[in-house]
């Protein structure tokens, strides 16, 4: 199985913040890598696909990038409605993996 | 806006069969680009794939859990259905059930949407 490895686990954070979130596989997955929010007791939402794309109807302040290994999720400027837990998924191969999640707390 | 919802027993005894059903709204689940999938979420732990079914019924199962699982689906109803047997504490968690896309030759792919999952106990 792809391992997936996301850092940090946890991130405190202020509203207007730029805030980065790093995803690492443990082999080569190209750019078959998606990013997903959660929050509490609400069903998972997509919110970049291919590494890179910006999924319909995702505010523009969420960009992702990365090839190969290494992954990021860059949340420009942060709104009060983006702290939740965030997920990275390898599509690469099944099983299909997703890493330990990273939760983004108001500082 | 197609959306799934979980249904099922939110209470299980060990050693018992876990029964899943997850029903698609405002779409056909019958459609040629999709897969459905099954998603868990222990309490305080990760996202697990589980497994996905075609609408013919072709499967493909998470190994860790392939001896146990068991995904159809029932296009007559639009629903898919996940039956998980000898089930023990580490079997709780949140399920999932979504809809996977798949996108053409490139084989890129993604979760999308998800329904908002359900709570399975397992207890005596």
Redesign the interface.
């Known amino acids: 199985d792809i391992q997936m490895t996301q850092s940090p686990s946890s991130l405190s954070a202020s509203v207007g913040d730029r805030v980065t979130i790093s995803c690492r596989s443990s082999q080569s997955i190209s750019n078959y890598l998606n990013w997903y929010q959660h929050k509490p007791g609400k069903a998972p939402k997509l919110l970049i696909y291919a590494a890179s794309s910006l999924q319909s109807g995702v505010p523009s302040r969420f960009s992702g990038s990365g090839s190969g290994t290494d992954f990021t999720l860059t949340i420009s400027s942060l709104q009060p409605e983006d702290f939740a837990t965030y997920y990275c998924q390898q599509s690469y191969s099944t099983p299909y993996t997703f890493g330990q999640g990273t939760k983004l707390e108001i500082k | 806006q197609l959306q799934l919802q979980e249904s099922g027993p939110g209470l299980v005894k060990p050693s018992e069969t876990l029964s899943l059903t997850c029903t698609v709204s405002g779409g056909s689940i019958s459609s040629g680009t999709h897969y459905w999938d099954w998603i868990r979420q222990p309490p305080g732990k ?4 589980m497994g ?1 079914i075609y609408y013919s019924g072709t499967t ?1 199962y ?3 859990l392939e001896s146990r699982l068991t995904i159809s689906v029932d296009t007559s109803k639009n629903q898919f259905s996940l039956k998980l047997s000898s089930v023990t504490a580490a079997d709780a968690a949140v399920y ?1 059930c979504a809809r996977h896309i798949l ?1 053409g030759i490139s ?11 359900t709570l399975v106990i397992v207890s005596s």
Do not use: A, M, T, V
């Open positions: 990760g996202l697990e794939w996905s493909y998470n190994p860790s999932f996108k084989r890129y792919s993604w979760i999308d949407p998800w329904g908002q999952g």
